[in-house]
């Protein structure tokens, strides 16, 4: 129990923090000290020009002999064999994990909406279009 109470008081930190954070974004974006940002949140309005940029999910690595998709499975994993590790698409993508394709592991999908991740390109509505030209259309 002790656990889940500190994974769910770090949890509602990061939210917070990420919220603070993309305040931020918004407000230099705002007031032209960014023409740009890379965000997590989708404020598209008269002021703001917003397009879903990429979209990540996370996965956990498990070793092949584990290929499980529910939680139940998971949490038997984790208290009966060695500790699962975490890639998303952009690790698998870019190979940051050294012997990701050779390795005698398998990266099973979290099936969690909480933690698959939206990133949008935003802009100022003045600058659409030179926006669109970069990420085409």
């Known amino acids: 129990k002790e656990l889940v109470s500190r ?3 770090n949890t509602a930190r990061q939210k917070e923090n990420l ?6 974004l918004f407000s230099d974006l ?3 000290k960014a023409q740009v940002i ?11 020009y917003a397009r879903e940029f990429f979209e990540e999910h996370l996965k956990v690595f498990l070793p092949k002999s584990h290929e499980q998709d529910d939680i139940t499975d998971l949490c038997d994993i984790i ?12 690790t698998e ?28 390109a935003v802009c100022r509505v003045e600058m659409m279009k030179q926006l669109e030209a970069v990420l085409g259309t």
């Open 30 to 32: 705002e007031h032209d």
């Open 79 to 90: 208290n009966h064999s060695t500790l699962p590790a975490f890639v998303t698409d952009f």
């Open 19 to 24: 919220c603070e954070e993309n305040d931020r």
């Open 93 to 120: 993508k870019t190979r940051h994990l050294p012997g990701l394709e050779k390795s005698s592991r398998v990266a099973v999908p979290i099936r969690d909406e909480a933690v698959n991740v939206h990133f949008y």
């Open 38 to 48: 890379i965000t997590t949140e989708n404020r598209a309005d008269e002021r703001f």
């Open 7 to 9: 994974i769910q008081e």
